[in-house]
């Protein structure tokens, strides 16, 4: 993949929702190259445009893709020394124990791990859902006025996860949700960075997605696009125990996935796929009953709405520590989004 090196900066780059100014600023970095210009709204979003041949009387497509991802926040300090948190966004405590962590202060991390009471020392070995009191976070250091001089109430927490590479274009990271997508959209801007265009192309890099699509609202409001289309991860369900009449037949390294869905306008779906069909890429169907989760929820009611799209990449084992993503999958939804901005 061309734009192998930002996959492997940006993914390790901390952007728990309502801390995506480190994403923020290296985003801006990559794209002012292929935009005329850059602005960010009041609470952190990056909007990033390209205009068309005649600005005034062209359409405007806005693209969206969160740059914010689930982590945890610093809410006290023990007097021993230890770290309480609390979760940004949907963590699942059930895989923190034993993790390695990054807090991050100002431009410091400090290390540390997630230490839990051993299952040995659990009354018959219980193995009950955990509450967050149940955890904590060690640093290596026992005294609470030392710790202090470290890290502060409210800084914010995320897994320590390096990059790997794995066989068939696939990588494992924290946070494929949604580096993966604004990787996609980076790439989709490098592809069309030389076509004279008919119509406005905006690109939003969002904030606090993971919290309640905040960042897709104030986005919204100030573009007023004409189209908007969303790109963000879908489950895959090519592993044990997924109930795939349930959630659909999604797999890694098979294309995008091009939903239908209530909050989708049917002929913007119709036309990735048509697209999809045209390039000779695969793509992959997907059932969404009532909303799809993603920022497309907040940007089709917001003002007078707009018309909707969805393209997402298949990610294993989302909202855990470690997720699975295929850069060939990137790749793709990147081509087919840069067609569809070359024929409106």
């Given at each position: 993949?061309?734009?192998?090196?930002?996959?492997?900066?940006?993914?390790?780059?901390?952007?728990?929702?309502?801390?995506?100014?480190?994403?923020?600023?290296?985003?801006?970095?990559?794209?002012?190259?292929?935009?005329?210009?850059?602005?960010?709204?009041?609470?952190?979003n990056?909007?990033?445009?390209?205009?068309?041949?005649?600005?005034?009387t062209?359409?405007?497509?806005?693209?969206?893709?969160?740059?914010?991802?689930?982590?945890m926040?610093?809410?006290?300090?023990?007097?021993?020394?230890?770290?309480?948190?609390?979760?940004?966004?949907?963590?699942?405590?059930?895989?923190?124990?034993?993790?390695?962590?990054?807090?991050?202060?100002?431009?410091?991390?400090?290390?540390?791990?997630?230490?839990?009471?051993?299952?040995?020392?659990?009354?018959?070995?219980?193995?009950?859902?955990?509450?967050?009191?149940?955890?904590?976070?060690?640093?290596?250091?026992?005294?609470?006025?030392?710790?202090?001089?470290?890290?502060?109430?409210?800084?914010?927490?995320?897994?320590?996860?390096?990059?790997?590479?794995?066989?068939?274009?696939l990588?494992?990271?924290r946070?494929?949700?949604?580096?993966?997508?604004?990787?996609?959209?980076?790439?989709?801007?490098?592809?069309?960075?030389?076509?004279?265009?008919?119509?406005?192309?905006?690109?939003?890099?969002?904030?606090q997605?993971?919290?309640?699509?905040?960042?897709?609202?104030?986005?919204?409001?100030?573009?007023?696009p004409?189209?908007?289309?969303?790109v963000?991860v879908?489950?895959?369900?090519?592993?044990?125990?997924?109930?795939?009449?349930?959630?659909?037949d999604?797999?890694?390294g098979r294309?995008?996935?091009?939903p239908?869905?209530?909050?989708?306008?049917?002929?913007?779906?119709?036309?990735?796929?048509?697209?999809?069909?045209s390039?000779?890429?695969?793509?992959?169907?997907?059932?969404?009953?009532?909303?799809?989760?993603?920022?497309?929820?907040?940007?089709?009611?917001?003002?007078?709405?707009?018309?909707?799209?969805?393209?997402?990449?298949?990610?294993?084992?989302?909202?855990?520590?470690?997720?699975?993503?295929s850069?060939s999958?990137?790749?793709?939804?990147?081509?087919?989004?840069?067609?569809?901005?070359?024929?409106?």
């Amino acid at each position: 993949m061309k734009f192998l090196g930002i996959v492997k900066s940006l993914f390790q780059l901390a952007s728990p929702s309502g801390y995506e100014e480190t994403i923020a600023k290296a985003l801006k970095e990559y794209v002012t190259n292929y935009v005329d210009s850059i602005a960010e709204d009041a609470i952190g979003n990056l909007i990033c445009t390209k205009y068309g041949k005649d600005p005034q009387t062209n359409k405007t497509i806005m693209l969206v893709a969160h740059m914010d991802e689930i982590g945890m926040m610093v809410t006290y300090i023990e007097e021993s020394g230890y770290i309480r948190f609390t979760r940004i966004g949907g963590v699942d405590l059930m895989l923190l124990k034993g993790r390695n962590v990054k807090i991050i202060h100002g431009d410091k991390e400090i290390l540390g791990v997630i230490g839990a009471t051993p299952i040995h020392m659990r009354r018959n070995g219980n193995n009950k859902d955990l509450e967050e009191s149940d955890l904590w976070i060690d640093i290596g250091i026992t005294d609470k006025e030392e710790v202090e001089r470290l890290i502060s109430i409210g800084d914010c927490i995320v897994i320590d996860a390096p990059l790997v590479d794995l066989p068939n274009q696939l990588i494992s990271s924290r946070a494929c949700d949604n580096k993966a997508g604004v990787v996609s959209l980076i790439r989709m801007l490098d592809l069309i960075k030389d076509d004279a265009l008919g119509n406005n192309i905006v690109v939003v890099f969002s904030v606090q997605e993971e919290v309640g699509l905040r960042g897709a609202k104030t986005a919204t409001y100030s573009v007023s696009p004409d189209v908007c289309i969303a790109v963000d991860v879908a489950h895959a369900t090519d592993y044990p125990t997924v109930n795939k009449s349930k959630y659909g037949d999604v797999r890694i390294g098979r294309g995008p996935v091009i939903p239908a869905g209530s909050d989708l306008t049917p002929c913007i779906q119709k036309e990735l796929k048509k697209i999809s069909q045209s390039l000779g890429l695969d793509y992959q169907l997907l059932a969404l009953s009532g909303c799809s989760g993603t920022d497309i929820n907040a940007v089709q009611v917001t003002k007078a709405g707009c018309a909707t799209g969805l393209i997402s990449i298949p990610c294993r084992y989302m909202h855990s520590p470690v997720e699975v993503v295929s850069l060939s999958d990137i790749e793709n939804v990147a081509q087919i989004l840069a067609e569809f901005c070359r024929q409106k």
